[in-house]
């Protein structure tokens, strides 16, 4: 077997130690580095934009779910109460107001329901058909309340009538708007003592 010349080796030698001297050197380009942060700030971008997106479906969704639960809880305590008016007279009943309603009911306290269009909110007060709706404890039930409506039907449910005694039935519309999202609740009542 033929040795290596001494040229030979050291030719080897000389081209090891500038492999292993590449091999230090080695890194990135300016180019490379370059593009991989146009990349990453690409990616962060369409990401933050995603989350953005996320976030504000989350609120709004948050923020529709508890106004509905409140109008929701509201509408049930407003048709209870009214299914306590006392009597079809019109000491008892007022319903001259479609936006309105004031009664007494069966234990002979006045209760007003209505709403406040400044603030958009369902109301309660303590305020028979002789005072005006507000005057007394006036109580928020519900915010964005977009409209409230009373109609008053004879005992066929069809017919509408302003004559307290002949009212049998009570149909309640609450109209409900939440981040450009509305709703409809409604209640057909028929007081206990009609």
């Known amino acids: 077997m033929k040795r290596p010349s001494a040229r030979t080796a050291r030719l080897r030698a000389r081209s090891g130690s500038v492999d292993a001297r590449r091999r230090q050197q080695r890194g990135w380009t300016l180019i490379e580095v370059l593009t991989v942060l146009i990349i990453l700030g690409v990616v962060a971008a369409v990401g933050a934009r995603l989350m953005s997106s996320m976030f504000q479906s989350y609120f709004a969704a948050r923020d529709i779910t508890n106004s509905d639960a409140q109008a929701r809880v509201a509408f049930e305590r407003m048709t209870r109460e009214l299914r306590q008016i006392r009597s079809a007279t019109g000491t008892d009943l007022d319903v001259a107001s479609a936006a309105q309603v ?40 519900a915010d964005f309340v977009a409209g409230l409506l009373f109609a008053y039907y004879l005992n066929d449910g069809r017919t509408t009538t302003a004559v307290p005694a002949s009212v049998y039935y009570v149909t309640v519309r609450v109209d409900l708007l939440d981040n450009n999202v509305s709703d409809t609740l409604r209640a057909t009542i028929h007081p206990r003592n009609f």
């Open 102 to 141: 004031r009664f007494i009911d069966m234990d002979g306290n006045g209760v007003c329901f209505y709403r406040d269009a400044a603030t958009n909110r369902l109301m309660r007060s303590a305020d028979g058909p002789a005072s005006a709706c507000g005057a007394t404890s006036a109580q928020p039930l």
